[in-house]
């Protein structure tokens, strides 16, 4: 009875002095937050890694991130790349580091591995596996995040004599492959603000086997900024050539539609009904109206027409009335067409209703 009594009130001790009931929990992360999308690919001869910089895990500032490192283990020519987890704790060296001030919360940044040149035949057929961590104020590492690996080609050669036009579909672009390209080459295009940073996917969904291109995704009054790249190897990742000579081009919309066709007019009851063929343009708003009256002066008719069809009822038996159409696009300000051809009629008296 006296064991049993001490071995209650023992019980009842630890459990006052744990403070919390509940079922035990493994304890909060105290280190920074792992990076974001760790992409590695092949550019030229050059290697980039690319990553988001992670927020901070809370708001003291030991926790704000001190730096980036990025690391590597590398599988020579002819070595079999294993799936180690120890790989990297046992043999990756930091390549490249960079500083809190550089890497800011939410940044996306894109890094070169300096070291790649170092390698044996400059890395060519090794494969390359690269993982980014970064550190707070106290030193503390996060998780590493690695890429998928990234195995070394030769490099080929860039395009050359890039040209972008803007036209009514979009912004087209061609280029000259490179002198040494093979007979099969294929291409991607890659497009930025005209004073910001190239996106990291190319704008074509699949590489490109002929030399030109039509980008129809541009925003009317945006200047972007492109370059091509020679696909050196199938993706993914990447591996393709430097990029060629930029170019630099207005997309703002100086093109009007087409006229409309098919233009026709027929009275329905005292009013003048009008149908015409639809235009076809990606960036169409509508249409403008215009009527002339016992050959007088042309003068449009309302607001902006968004159907091929629209309904005159202000006209009187025995007026003799023309009209034509234009089309006009959502361009600010809008880009209006020629007019379509003009078709006339004399407005009939309406019929006299059967007895």
Known sequence: MKRRGIAAFLAVLALSGCGKTGPLRPPAPRGPRPPGTVESRQVGAGVEVAFTVPSPLGPDASQQVARTEILRVEFPRGVTASQDPEAFRVRAEVVAMVGGDVAKSGARLVIPDPTVKTLADAGIGWTLRYG??????????????????????APVEPPGSLKAEASADGVRLAWDAAATAAAD??????????????????????????????DATVESGKVYRYVVRTVAAPAPPFRESVS???AVVDASDRFAPKAPTGLVAVQEGRAMRLLWNPGTEPDLDGYFVYRSVDDGPWARLGEVVRQPLYLDAAVDAGMHVRYRVTAVDRAIPPNESEASEAVDQTVAAEPAAAP
């Open 244 to 246: 060629s000579p930029p």
């Open 185 to 214: 080459a294929s291409y991607n295009v890659y497009r930025g603000p005209a004073d910001g940073l190239l996106a990291e996917q190319p704008v074509n969904l699949k590489p490109l086997t002929t030399q030109d291109y039509l």
């Open 132 to 153: 980014v961590r970064v550190r707070d104020r106290r030193d503390r590492p996060s998780p590493l995040v690695i890429a998928q690996d990234l195995p070394v080609v």
